[in-house]
């Protein structure tokens, strides 16, 4: 599959598991050289085509019909300060969100789901999206684990395929539920 089908590919799953709204969440993939591919700003997630999808240089400029997604800072960042990455997402994954407002303490030996798909969780506070403070904290964050919790916001995974991305977010919002609903049933 095309590197651009693949986005359109990921983002579909993403909006169809509910883990962003359809003018919500990016996701893009290094390329063969000093750029990489990103969805762009604003258009409906759900149904992005190829087209859609902007070519961005790791200096900032970019090529497309429409501007890329406003957390492009965030991936730069990643893909200039990471040489192993070679993907990244970032969905609003509703109960991942909301478990990391209650608490941080989460026992990723609990599941086996969560033991193997998801090496480690960062949190990092709040900062208002697209900002150079967000970016660089989620950067400080990679630096610890690939997989970083945006408190009040979502979740960004990097890794060195877009799937293996898109699996541990998955695997958090199933870990995330089961916690809740763990939570939810317990009478103590
Ligand atoms: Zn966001």
Redo the contacts with the bound molecule.
């Keep these: 599959m095309d590197t651009r089908e693949v986005l359109c590919d990921v983002m579909r799953v993403l909006h169809d598991r509910g883990l962003?709204n359809v003018k919500?969440?990016?996701a893009s993939i290094r390329g063969n050289g000093d750029y990489i591919w990103i969805t762009p700003s604003k258009e409906p997630k759900h149904r992005l085509t190829p087209d859609d999808i902007v070519l961005i240089f790791l200096d900032g400029r970019w090529v497309g019909r429409t501007k890329p997604s406003?957390?492009y800072k965030m991936h730069l960042n990643l893909y200039k300060n990471y040489e192993w990455v070679k993907a990244v997402i970032?969905?609003?994954s509703p109960l991942t969100t909301l478990l990391f407002d209650l608490t941080e303490n989460i026992d990723l030996s609990a599941y086996v789901e969560s033991a193997v798909s998801i090496p480690c969780i960062e949190v990092v506070g709040r900062y208002p999206?697209?900002s150079d403070e967000l970016a660089n904290a989620v950067n400080e964050a990679v630096d610890e684990c690939p997989v970083v919790v945006?408190q009040g916001?979502?979740v960004v995974s990097a890794a060195k395929d877009i799937y293996t991305a898109l699996n541990a977010v998955e695997a958090l919002e199933d870990v995330a539920e089961m916690y809740l609903m763990r939570k939810s049933l317990s009478t103590k």
């Design positions: 962003l919500g969440g990016n406003i957390e970032h969905a609003h999206p697209g945006l916001h979502g």
